[in-house]
C-alpha cells in the first residue's frame, strides 16, 4: 500500500533551516506529482510546495517563494523540501501528499517548531 514517511523536523531558531524529507513507497514513485502542506495551530492544511514527477516544474505558495526549495530524487523515492530564514509563522505540522488511484495520500506528518 502507499506509504509517505516524513522525517526532518524539529526545534530551529528564527532564522535557521531544515531539510524535510519524505520517503514514499507503494507506487511508482517517478510518476506522480508530489506537494507539501503544513497546517499550523487553528487554521486549515494549505499547500506550500508542489513538484512534477520529473522535477522539472516546481510550484509555490506565493509567500513563502525564496525561502523554500522542493526538490525528489526518483532513484531513492523520496521528495524533500528545504526551508531557509524560517521564521516563527513558519511554525506548523508539515505533511507529504500525493494523489495515487484517485485516492489522497499523506503523511503522518513532522512537526517543524520556529522559537528562541
Known amino acids: 500500500q502507499v506509504q509517505l514517511v516524513e522525517s526532518g523536523g524539529g526545534l530551529v531558531q528564527p532564522g535557521g533551516s531544515l531539510r524535510l524529507s519524505c520517503a514514499a513507497s507503494g507506487f511508482t514513485f517517478s510518476s506522480y506529482p508530489m506537494s507539501w502542506y503544513r497546517q499550523a495551530p487553528g487554521k486549515e492544511r494549505e499547500v506550500v510546495a508542489a513538484?512534477?514527477?520529473?522535477?522539472?516544474?516546481?510550484n509555490y505558495l506565493d509567500s513563502l517563494k525564496g525561502r523554500l526549495t522542493i526538490s525528489r530524487d526518483n532513484a531513492k523515492n523520496t521528495v524533500y523540501l528545504q526551508m531557509n530564514r524560517l521564521k516563527p509563522e513558519d511554525t506548523a505540522v508539515y505533511y507529504c501528499y500525493t494523489r495515487y488511484s484517485a485516492r489522497d495520500y499523506w503523511g503522518q506528518g513532522t512537526q517543524v517548531t520556529v522559537s528562541s
Open positions: 513538484i512534477t514527477s520529473t522535477g522539472t516544474t516546481r
